[in-house]
């Protein structure tokens, strides 16, 4: 048996924004051509980080020297010390002194890597691949760290269709045994079919690759999904269509065809005619 459920279109997608504020410097790309996970879309003015990075990597060679002289410090009140010509007192002081210098040398290099990462942070890159849509921010205009949405990004190879169950029909396909096909871990499942209502000729296959855990208390329903390669482009988010789902397998059962049955509020049901007409 099939069953047919009203679903919708949606594909992963991210909105784009920068971890670090400035004025925005460059756009390098042509709004809704598609991009590729890690290719330069915004560039945010640089300066102000190569300057801060430059200052953390000279605080890191000051502190370097000042550890290079605490060791040889430290050594040399070793050998003292043994030669019975400095006091504890001075060995102490001058192993506190190379600890404290190595402290603030790890402080130095913590300010180098946040700098080094503002500077990378300052060059904003594609986070996945897919279709890019137009940019928000013009060039000259100011970009508030974790805040500015500068454009959006979505995933168009592969398509997800949501979809849900009534509790009827979730008890029946747990006994038909549909959800033990279903593994979210390996991303498997039941073949699932779809059809457009703009175009009913043409079918598409996915995968039924995930439900969720509970039934929703709103709707009493269960969501499910499954995934659509889309590497043709031909799907879109925000579609709407059918999904058949295979169910159970009866022997002697009556095919009907998909247009003579109807839905109501109490389930879907079809319509008979007697031997008397």
């Known amino acids: 048996l099939l069953e047919i459920y009203l679903f919708k279109i949606a594909a992963e997608s991210v909105k784009v924004r920068a971890r670090v504020g400035g004025y925005l410097e460059q756009v390098n790309f042509k709004e809704g051509q598609l991009v590729k996970k890690g290719d330069l879309l915004f560039v945010i003015d640089p300066r102000t980080f190569e300057a801060e990075l430059a200052s953390a990597k000279a605080r890191v060679a000051e502190v370097q020297a000042r550890v290079k002289l605490a060791d040889t410090n430290l050594k040399r009140a ?3 010390f043994a030669a019975d010509v400095v006091s504890q007192e001075v060995l102490d002081t001058r192993n506190c002194e190379m600890l404290a210098a190595n402290a603030a040398l790890l402080s130095a290099q913590a ?10 942070f300052a060059y904003i890159r594609a986070p996945i691949s897919g279709r ?3 940019k928000l921010v013009d060039i000259g205009n100011l970009v508030v760290a974790n805040s500015t949405v500068l454009t959006t990004i979505v995933k168009y190879d592969v398509i997800q269709a949501y979809f849900e169950l009534s509790e009827r029909d979730v008890v029946n396909y747990r006994e038909a045994g549909l959800f033990k096909q279903v593994n979210v871990d390996a991303g498997t499942g039941p073949k699932v079919d779809l059809r457009l209502f703009e175009n009913t000729d043409r079918t598409y296959s996915g995968i039924l690759n995930y439900r969720d855990n509970q039934i929703s208390e709103e709707t009493a329903t269960l969501a499910m999904r499954a995934d659509f390669d889309n590497t043709d482009g031909a799907l879109t988010p925000g579609m709407f269509g059918t999904i058949s789902v295979a169910g159970e397998t009866l022997k002697d059962a009556i095919l009907v065809p998909e ?4 839905t109501d509020l109490v389930g879907r049901y079809v319509m008979v005619v007697d031997n008397d007409g």
């Open 78 to 80: 070793k050998e003292l």
């Open 111 to 120: 300010v180098l890597r946040k700098a080094q990462l503002n500077l990378d």
């Open 132 to 134: 890019i849509s137009e």
């Open 259 to 262: 247009g003579a049955i109807g």
